[in-house]
């Protein structure tokens, strides 16, 4: 599985930005896909995941309500729409992929994921 993501870019606080992720190389309907993203300094979490039908999804309390993420199968996308975006939302954010059809149990865990994008980089200012 290739992950290609983007969209990123220099918004200011309470803006908003879409991130993208294409995927290839496999059925896009059984690719389950996961955004994280590392703050400067700072070690990679998890931001939001959607499952193979798009019907589940899972924030952590840091962006839920601002963040929704979202799946366009014939498209081969995942989208990210992130909104009220604040200065410590900023980091590289990473679209993965596990290996097995499905989220994972542990969904918000970056182990559990086989495949990465290169990552594209959000910057907010204040």
């Known amino acids: 599985v290739q992950l290609q993501a983007s969209g990123g870019g220099l918004v200011q606080a309470g803006g908003s930005v879409r991130l993208s992720c294409a995927a290839s190389g496999r059925t896009f309907s059984s690719i389950a896909i996961a955004w994280f993203r590392q703050p400067p300094g700072k070690e990679r979490e998890f931001v939001a995941s959607?499952?193979?039908?798009?019907?589940?999804?899972y924030y952590p309390d840091s962006v839920k309500d601002r963040f929704t993420i979202s799946r366009d199968n014939a498209k081969n996308t995942v989208n990210l729409q992130m909104i009220g975006l604040k200065p410590e939302d900023t980091a590289v954010y990473y679209c993965a992929s596990p290996r097995v059809p499905g989220l994972p149990l542990k969904f918000n865990d970056l182990n559990e994921y086989d495949y990465w994008g290169q990552g594209t980089l959000v910057t907010v200012s204040s």
């Open positions: 959607i499952n193979v039908n798009g019907h589940t999804r």
